[in-house]
């Protein structure tokens, strides 16, 4: 029997309707669904492999007991008696305190997990949260954060509308963009210039998406920071500053121009690798252009400047007028709402950071965490307040953060260790117990937090295409288990469904005491009677009906509601962006703070960098289409062709070093090092090299039949793990001084 089902791919920020052909119970084929509003038939080789995903035999499908190196399967109800039986004595005697959360990347993603994880953390009360935010996008929040008053008030840039568009430190080319949620960015930029605008890419190496760019602009890495705060200084220097209506919302920005006066094109350049001239024109440019605008993403965030840079993204779209105007840098106003926007009470009166420090480094807290490095000594380090457990949730940190060796090497101290993972990988390979999640193909989605920076207001609701075996429970269930576990109910006491409700009460209680909400009259009783039975359902379906266009549980006619939008497989759209910061101002705000006294505390460490010349080869990563993270190298069709995991080097820098193309080389940072094989190409600016992230899977004990037959190295070796942006605590992985020679065969 063929079957065809529509559906959205959720590995990434694209969100591409997918039409996927099953034929007796088998994926055979997936391709684009043309009929799709939002994505209208793109489609990369990754969705299109989804299938291998599913039928993947690697993948788990029950929970998994260890002892010592072996591990057995175990129905749901044992493993459950099995976490009590480790956890309850470590929580006895030490506290929740000593235990400890990883959060990972798909979390983002997936349907259950999004939506259940701040459920999972205030009923668990762990307070001890790490996540890959710190090896992410930290400096957006924080950023973000003080300017406009939510970690999650981030801007897109227009890319529909827009006339000119500066792109730092991003390379959509392969990740399919980041904080910008678009199908087919390429297809965009092609679009911007073809209707007479321009698109300049700044990036140590000239990617795919700087080919398809009007202009490479190869930069230094971790200098962004420096190049535009010149360009802050032209515009202010050449009276080209024309913030435009948000001018009266804005405070602070004398206070940036003073700031700006001692960065001269001049002053920069070298560092940066710059000319002054080209700064000059790029803030002529930006201030010409009908419209224009600045985004920046992993190169701008994960990188020695990653706050000041990412500030100055914001800083250049207010100048140049082109925050929040149609064709500049606009917020979204999804169908639903995510749960990560909502204002958490404790920042009520505004964001405050370094509430408390790391035990052992010392380091602030910034928006509730540590920098992901800080987990392994946390763990390593005995004392008062010691790390004894830990739940790691659809993250790989052995691979995927800074000094993964300290790390790697203290989870077998752990007293338990449980991992909500599909796979038996690098990290989850240190737990006591793993707990499966469902393939994508069997649970529902609907993207809730992507679509909160989405270059338009569409929306897709998909249902699974096949039903989970009847013991296998949806991870939302897994997590308010692991909750009520941990917040100390015993195995026998938990009632989910009691736990669903609860959570689901208490989200609705905080939506009707939003100044203005729509559904503030309505009884809990009336709304829960019309709502989906539970879980991620009735959250999306609250999501929507309490949103902008939802129909306020039946006070507003025509609105919409969960049911609304299953009844579009193809997906909604209701149009492109409009301004909105005065909803997008935190209450307690009336202007947008131009230059937060926090952020701009940095700028002595930047002028400092002016002054450093460090001529060495520095490390940067990258991305490829065929690989996401450090999770997707098991899918064997995505592993064809010549190897990814080398090493990129400009030809003078080869020729310097004696190296020749396919040759293998050591790398060596001051706390790693790696043999890799060389690929010499122009592409890489000289003076940097770049390795790809997510590689490493050689270690003994994972069971990933594809992805060992590929291993490469895991860059994060080199990384040092106090190598951070210091606002945020977030990671510099890019521009690590490094070594590199050939390694004589
Ligand atoms: N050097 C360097 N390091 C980097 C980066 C870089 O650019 N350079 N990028 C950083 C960035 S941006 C990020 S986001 C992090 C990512 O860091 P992580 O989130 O820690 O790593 P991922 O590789 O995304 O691992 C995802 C994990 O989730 C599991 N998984 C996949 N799908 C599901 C699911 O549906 N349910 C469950 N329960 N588990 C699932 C996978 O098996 C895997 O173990 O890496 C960071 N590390
Ligand atoms: N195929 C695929 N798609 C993905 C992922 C994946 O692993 N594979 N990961 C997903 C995740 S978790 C994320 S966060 C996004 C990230 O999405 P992007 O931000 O687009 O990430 P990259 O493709 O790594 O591009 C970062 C670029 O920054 C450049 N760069 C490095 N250092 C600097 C610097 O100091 N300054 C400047 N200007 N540039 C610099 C690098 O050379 C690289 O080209 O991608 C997502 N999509
Ligand atoms: S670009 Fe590829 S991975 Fe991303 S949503 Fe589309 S098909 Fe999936
Ligand atoms: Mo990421």
Request: proline share 8%; charged share 20%; hydrophobic share 40%.
């Amino acid at each position: 029997m063929t079957e065809t089902h529509v559906r959205t791919c959720p590995l990434c920020e694209a969100m591409c309707g997918l039409r996927v052909t099953v034929e007796d119970g088998h994926v055979t084929r997936i391709r684009g669904d043309d009929d799709d509003v939002w994505s209208k038939g793109y489609i990369c080789p990754k969705g299109a492999t989804l299938g291998h995903l599913h039928h993947d035999p690697d993948r788990l499908r029950a929970p998994l007991v260890r002892t010592g190196d072996s591990w057995r399967e175990v129905s749901w109800e044992d493993a459950f008696r099995e976490i009590e039986r480790r956890l309850r004595p470590i929580i006895e005697e030490h506290g929740v305190g000593a235990v400890a959360t990883y959060i990972g990347n798909p979390t983002a993603h997936n349907f259950s997990l999004g939506r259940y994880i701040g459920a999972f953390m205030v009923m668990s009360g762990i307070t001890q949260i790490y996540s890959a935010g710190t090896v992410d996008q930290w400096p957006k929040n924080v950023v973000c954060a003080l300017m406009y008053g939510g970690m999650w008030s981030i801007p897109v840039p227009d890319l529909d509308r827009t006339d000119y568009l500066l792109m730092l430190g991003a390379n959509p080319a392969a990740s399919q963009g980041s904080l910008l949620a678009v199908p087919d960015v390429l297809g965009h930029l092609d679009r911007i210039r073809t209707r007479g605008g321009r698109v300049v890419v700044v990036d140590p190496r000239r990617t795919k998406t700087a080919e398809r760019a009007d202009e490479w602009l190869p930069i230094r890495p971790g200098t962004d920071a420096a190049m535009l705060l010149a360009i802050v200084h032209v515009l202010f220097a050449e009276g080209l500053t024309r913030p435009g209506p948000v001018a009266d919302k804005t405070r602070g920005i004398d206070t940036v121009e003073r700031l700006a006066r001692p960065f001269t094109p001049e002053a920069v350049a070298a560092t940066c690798g710059v000319s002054a001239d080209t700064i000059r024109r790029l803030a002529r440019e930006l201030a010409g252009a009908p419209t224009a605008a600045v985004y920046g993403r992993i190169g701008t965030c994960n990188q020695e400047f990653g706050t000041l840079a990412s500030w100055l993204v914001e800083v250049v779209n207010v100048l140049t007028g082109n925050l929040d105007r149609v064709g500049g840098s606009m917020f979204a106003n999804p169908i639903a709402w995510s749960q990560v926007g909502l204002r958490p009470p404790e920042f009520a009166e505004g964001f405050t950071f370094g509430r408390w420090t790391s035990r052992v480094r010392g380091a602030p807290e910034v928006l509730g965490q540590f920098p992901a490095s800080c987990l392994g000594e946390e763990i390593a380090t005995p004392g008062e307040g010691q790390l004894r457990a830990l739940i790691t949730i659809a993250g790989n940190p052995v691979i995927s953060t800074p000094d993964p060796t300290t790390l790697d090497a203290a989870l077998p101290g752990l007293g338990c260790m449980i991992s909500v993972d599909n796979y038996l990988n690098e990290t989850t390979r240190h737990a006591d117990v793993i707990l499966p999640g469902l393939s994508p193909f069997e649970q529902p989605h609907y993207d809730e937090l992507i679509w909160s920076w989405a270059i338009r207001h569409a929306g897709n609701y998909s249902p699974p295409i096949f039903p989970p075996a009847a013991d296998r429970p949806a991870e939302w269930k897994i997590l308010l288990t692991l909750a009520a576990l941990v917040g100390g109910q015993s195995y026998d006491e938990i009632n989910v469904t009691e736990l669903d409700d609860l959570f689901f009460a208490g989200l609705t209680a905080f939506k009707q005491a939003e100044p203005g909400s729509p559904i503030a009259d309505r009884a809990l009783d009336e709304i829960t009677a019309v709502s989906p039975p539970g879980g991620p359902e009735r959250l999306l379906d609250l999501a929507i009906r309490s949103g902008p266009y939802g129909d306020a549980y039946g006070t507003r006619a025509g609105g919409l509601t969960l049911a609304a939008l299953e009844a579009k497989p193809h997906g909604i759209d209701l149009g492109p962006l409009e301004p909105r910061l005065a909803d997008v101002l935190a209450p307690q705000m009336d202007k947008i703070e131009l230059a937060p006294a926090y952020v701009i505390a940095d700028i002595p460490r930047l002028r400092a960098r002016l002054d450093r010349h460090d001529d060495g080869l520095v490390l940067v990563s990258r991305r490829h289409l065929r690989s996401n993270n450090s999770w997707m190298h098991n899918v064997a069709p995505l592993m064809t062709g010549k190897p990814r995991c080398t090493l990129l080097i400009h030809p003078t820098d080869a020729t310097r070093l004696a190296l020749d193309d396919g040759m293998a080389a050591r790398v060596t940072s001051r706390t790693g090092s790696v043999e890799v094989p060389v690929e010499i190409t122009a592409e890489m600016m000289p003076g940097v090299v770049s390795l790809p992230h997510g590689w490493g899977h050689d270690k003994p004990g994972v069971r990933l039949a594809v992805a060992t037959a590929h291993p490469g190295v895991n860059n994060n070796l080199l990384a040092p793990g106090d190598r951070v942006d210091v606002p945020s605590g977030n990671a510099a992985l890019n521009g690590i001084p490094v070594d590199v020679r050939a390694v004589e065969p």
